[in-house]
């Protein structure tokens, strides 16, 4: 297949998406039904959107979608997964730092992958073997070499307690960073990654439609991503570290191999 005609496909799905996500948030102020309705709906009108412009491009083609979306591939071995709205809880509070991330994976493995920033107008865009753009500039990721000069980020799981593993290893890496932050939206941290603006980011709750695309704009713009533990990243499986791929990678991962020592 031609992985440079999909991601165009894929790149008009996420404008739609973000759009109808922006349509959407104007309603926020209407009191007839709650933000997290609202939000619901946004959601499934972006996912439904996307799936839509995709299907038709591409029928014989599996799907899975946060909303409830799972289609296997009709005979083929594509499976495209689709995150309409990765940011929540930014989008429910008009913070703007949310997106559409649309990933396309074959035999296991991902091939293509946009993510689209509404707030910004910012398309990333990543081909395997081809590198990673941003409205169509190269990107790559930074040059710095060690936490003390870097800036990362974290995810934690919703309603988290104190003394929760991720906490830990938050505050565990906190004095070694120059800056931490914790930003809520996994898709754009990777982008951020790839583009160079932070050096790492980790997360052991995240689901594959929040990292997938990210994933692979990371590695092409040059960085790493791995689990936790430096072993071999698996888009099923809610554990992930990448960075700009300097020894700060090694340095973040035995940091969070024990958060409770």
Not at 21 to 44: G, H, I, Q
Not at 219 to 225: N, W
Request: glycine share 8%; aromatic share 8%; charged share 20%.
């Amino acid at each position: 297949m031609e992985l440079e005609h999909a991601a165009d496909i894929a790149e008009r799905a996420a404008r739609e998406a973000g759009q109808i996500l922006e349509e959407w948030a104007v309603k926020f102020t209407a009191r007839e039904k709650s933000r997290s309705n609202l939000v619901t709906e946004a959601d499934f009108a972006a996912q439904t959107a996307i799936h839509q412009i995709l299907s038709r491009s591409f029928p014989e083609h599996g799907f899975l979608g946060e909303e409830g979306l799972l289609q296997p591939a009709a005979g083929g071995e594509y499976r495209w997964i689709i995150d309409p709205l990765d940011g929540t809880g930014n989008y429910v509070h008009r913070f703007p730092y949310y997106c559409v991330s649309i990933a396309l994976e074959c035999r296991n493995e991902l091939v293509a992958g946009v993510v689209f920033d509404p707030n910004r107008n910012e398309m990333f865009r990543a081909i395997k073997g081809s590198g990673t753009t941003l409205n169509g500039t190269r990107v790559s990721v930074s040059d710095y070499d060690t936490l003390s000069e870097s800036m990362v980020v974290a995810s934690l799981p919703v309603a988290v307690s104190g003394d929760d593993p991720a906490v830990l290893r938050f505050l565990k890496v906190m004095p070694v960073a120059q800056s931490l932050q914790r930003t809520g939206s996994a898709a754009l941290n990777l982008c951020y990654v790839a583009a160079g603006r932070m050096e790492g980011y980790w997360s052991t709750s995240l689901k594959p439609w929040d990292m997938a695309a990210g994933v692979l704009l990371v590695e092409e713009a040059g960085g790493r991503v791995s689990r936790t533990d430096g072993s071999a990243f698996d888009v099923e499986v809610a554990d992930l570290l990448a960075t700009n791929g300097k020894t700060l990678h090694a340095q973040l991962q035995q940091l969070l191999q024990s958060p409770d020592s």
